[in-house]
């Protein structure tokens, strides 16, 4: 079983998955430029086989032998960082904190086809998407050995993607981790001073200046941030406070597929592409310790298009050679795609 | 001027590099596999005057025209991230807080070979990196307006290495950075709550344990950290508390650059020469808010060997698929180089 440890200093925690544990040789080679031939894709239509039976599938007729019927499927991570079963077994080994890995880690299969990418799904693919993550997080709280929910999306290898077919991931985690803690202090730290949301005002503040501002519609913004440690990094936040992404109302969903949609397309255009990470921040678990009034979800697109180096590790200090108000500059002015009307889209049931 | 702007949330500080600065059109291809045609080599012998003037060299003859006199060469950085000239001008912007990019950045040039890696060096010339190391560190400590000094190295080009000749880099930077400031506050919380340095602990179990020694010598050890990050991680640790790196004693630097020397070696052979970064970690200036008292100095090398993802960046929190006990069992096992006798060394004298 793989094992969480954490750092007696910083008490930051790692993942040492023995599950994906290789001999030393197998790390000879940097995996990074590696070409994989893939063979079989089975995330695509007709090999459903191949991956662990489905947790979640939105699908026109139900019918899971039909590999036209399904366009979205959530399915249990064939090699996971974590599993589900066991318990947490918090153990010490003379200083050292650790425990077993426990937790689920699901990959969202985003569409059947392999061929086309996030930043050119129609909009309503991508409100697919984020009901299956709110649908995927609902059923993971209900687990209390689970603090806090992760969802992720890597997409190009150079950002850690190991398969072309598009997918974003879930990992349930049996601890808040710290960058998130971080988030919650440092909002709880600002509230206590000001008496208001630190992200509402970074709302607020970019909504009146414009300079960082890339697009906004009823619900939604998306902005380069201030301190934007890579270049072309774009976040998008929630106009409303909301502290739970979980808790997103139907007409925002829609506006948030399309913000999301419209920032990954301007980024593709603009860049060419490029390798990106997506990170969605949410509130751990209403019954951890941290207070939470004050938190705001969002999420978070890194593009991957510098090194991160010896000073970066060393520090967790930033170099950014574009500042962000240029990279808003070239993002906003970036053409869009015709905008289907969100009003058409009918929500659809999940099969489980 | 470069700008540091701190995130208003969770208090983190960037470089916007604006003397770096590129335009949007210069990201559209990655820059992580591109080969540089690097033409002259500005760090080799005979090319000196490509580089800014050294504020430091160790050499023979003392004649910076004999191309044949120098055996390390300290520059500032051409293309700096950080510039010594000027106020720091903290100052908002709304919310948010920024202030002049003032710091120096310096490169070590640490061999007039340019086809050497540190991992084959000459434990006497490792010694005389790590003279070059504390000689610029005690002089930029001058500076009150540096609050830390980090050293570190990018070895090879997805390291972050632009230049293949071999160099490590020093930066002063007018704030504590994050990383360092939350391991000074962990070794802080453990004194206040065990009444012992932590590193001591560490130390202390480490060579108690030996599963995940991979070697010792009189003043110093090396380990793979308990809570590794990355696959074969290693840190190197005096044996004796000391805080501040540039307090080492004569003989600890024979065997701090035996160990280092011999650590990447290990790296080396057990690995094919990957890539890799280390960092530095020594206490900031005393005058900061720090406690310093309980803070030990410390190397980290970390391979690159696997690829940080959205987990990573999302979470905080990373997923390493080699338990460090047998990273450490292959690092240990491998066959070392022959230890010339580090008695043999002598002192040599600094140019300016």
């Known amino acids: 079983m793989s094992e969480l440890r954490k750092d007696p200093v910083i008490e930051r925690w790692v993942i040492i998955a023995t599950e994906r544990a290789k001999r030393p040789t197998d790390f000879v080679r940097s995996s990074a430029h590696e070409k994989k031939s893939e063979g079989v894709c089975p995330f695509c239509p007709g090999n459903e086989g191949k991956t662990p039976p489905e947790v979640l599938v939105y699908s026109r007729t139900g019918n899971l032998d039909d590999p036209n019927g399904w366009w979205l499927r959530v399915v ?34 985003e569409t059947p086809d392999h061929f086309v990418s996030m930043a050119d799904y129609k909009v309503k693919q991508v409100e697919e998407i984020i009901w299956a993550y709110r649908d995927r ?24 993607a190991s398969l072309d077919h598009p997918h974003s991931q879930i990992i349930s985690l049996p601890i808040v981790p710290k960058r998130v803690k971080e988030e919650i202090e440092g909002a709880d730290r600002y509230f206590n001073f000001k008496g ?11 909504l009146g200046s414009q300079k960082r501002l890339i697009e906004e519609n009823e ?34 969903v829609s506006n948030f597929a399309l913000i999301l949609r419209n920032s990954l397309h301007r980024i593709k255009k603009v860049l060419n592409d490029p390798p990106y990470n997506f990170m969605l921040h ?10 939470l009034s004050h938190y705001h979800w969002h999420l978070e697109i890194t593009p991957k298009l510098t090194l991160v180096a010896g000073f970066e590790w060393g520090t967790g200090f930033y170099i ?33």
């Open 137 to 160: 997080m609902i059923e993971m709280k209900k687990d209390n050995r689970f603090k806090y929910i992760m969802i992720f999306k890597n997409h190009g290898k150079e950002a850690g």
């Open 282 to 291: 949410t509130s751990p678990r209403p019954d951890t310790a941290e207070r």
């Open 76 to 109: 249990p991570n064939k090699y996971p960082a974590l599993k589900r079963e066991g318990d947490l077994d918090r153990i010490g080994e003379g200083m050292y904190d650790k425990m077993n890995g426990i937790g689920d880690h699901e990959v969202v299969i």
């Open 219 to 252: 619900d939604f913004i998306a902005l380069s941030p201030f301190a934007s440690r890579f270049p072309f990094e774009t976040w998008i936040l929630p106009k409303q406070h909301a502290a739970d992404f979980h808790e997103i109302q139907k007409n925002e």
């Open 320 to 352: 950014n050679p574009m500042p962000p108000e240029t990279a808003a500059e070239s993002l906003r002015a970036c053409a869009q795609k015709e905008n289907e009307n969100p009003s058409t889209v009918i929500q659809l049931p999940s099969a489980m």
């Open 196 to 206: 208001r949301c630190v992200y509402c005002d970074m709302v607020r503040q970019e």
